[in-house]
């Protein structure tokens, strides 16, 4: 069986990509939508480059956030010295292009890795993890010592309208800035993509599946996790350089330990074994996030409650879904796998439905009924048995599937 790709077939996803970035503005016309789809743009770097990490080095990081956040005070630092050198127009600054600052967010992240990153690649598994949470704590508290770099609890403002404007963009509304994230996220996917087909890229594959045996012929664990880790933290200071463009402010919590559980949620929920699984993530998460935080205050159970359902019903995440259906298509025998699926998705649904009713009836029992509840045109009354019962007999049918699914699939087997 031959192994070549056709040159098309590989070209096919990013000429897709491009399609839909160029498509998007003509469907989209409102500001609040292309907030959010920059984002989207903001997370899915950040997203990768943490799956460099984990999904191709096998290095569990808590502290990924300090070299988005390094990155985001560097690109937001020299966005004040292009604001300030505008006034007179002289030197350096005064001609350097705000659309570039995602590049200084690259160079300070990667510098930031390449500083701390020797030591700390020593050591891999819970080792490592701990010492990039230690990392992360570290950095987050020891901004509030440096008020003229980090800005203090307020953060560093800046104004992104400021240099010289390149094609008549002036960054000026969110519908701007989008051409500005859309550039900036196919480059670092296509780049980071590109990384996985590298000699370096495979290597960190092997360190993850087996460091003894890598050792054992030649190649130092070591040295290959610190490269990585360059790596990975250059481009998380890209996306925190994109960051500081789309918001034009920087706090100390984007160093902090939530965001660094954000890039592993969105891995995690996209699938770290397959390339595009933490994009898909990302989407998932951001959107979520933005969406039902309009709605209802427990939006970010509910996005915990997505990250339990996949680590217990889909552990190769949402990509790794994917790829099993893609595969079997492939082989010819997805017919014979769809029914079990389908059965295990349908579970997955009757048990969401039955947590989210759940949630909401206790909700409305202390706050009351809130705006999802409104939305989904449920008026249920918490005091009354039958909505208890209605709720728990959805849990208990998704429960019943799910094990009915489960022993089609081992039937199948």
Known sequence: ???????????????????????????????????IINLVAINIVFALSYNMLLGQGGML???????????????????????????????????????????????????AALLVGWPFCRRAGTAFAMITLGLGELVAAGSQMFPTVFGGEAGVFSNRMVGPV?????????????WFSAFWVLLAVFAMWAFTRTPLGRMSNAVRDNAERLQFIGYPPRNLRFLVFIAAGGFAGLGGGMAAVNYEIVTPESLGLLTSGLALLMAAVGGLGVFYGPIVGAI?????????SDYTDASILYVGLVFLAVVM?????????????????????LAAHLPGWLGGAVAVLLIAL???????????????RDKLAQVL?????????LVWLGVAALFAAGVGVARASKHYREARA
């Open 313 to 333: 019903f889909a552990p190769a995440g949402l990509g790794g879904g994917i790829e099993q259906v893609r595969q079997a298509w492939r082989r010819g025998d």
């Open 166 to 178: 390149w094609f008549g963009l002036e960054l000026a509304q969110p519908a701007d800035v989008y």
């Open 354 to 368: 039955g947590l989210v009713g759940t949630i909401e009836l206790v909700y409305q029992l202390s706050h009351g």
């Open 1 to 35: 069986m031959s192994l070549h790709v056709s040159p098309w077939r590989a070209l096919a996803p990013w000429l897709i990509s491009l399609l839909a970035l160029l498509v998007i503005p003509v469907l989209v016309s409102s500001n609040g939508t292309f907030s």
């Open 284 to 292: 998932l998460v951001t959107v979520m996030n933005s969406l039902l």
């Open 377 to 385: 045109g449920l008026q249920p009354d918490p005091s009354s048995p």
């Open 61 to 111: 990081s808590f502290g990924h956030a300090v070299f988005f956040g390094l990155g985001a005070y560097g690109a937001i630092h020299v966005m004040n010295l292009i604001g300030d050198a505008g006034y007179d127009g002289q030197g350096f600054w005064a001609h350097f292009p705000v659309y570039l600052l995602p590049l200084v967010g690259f160079a300070t992240g990667a510098l």
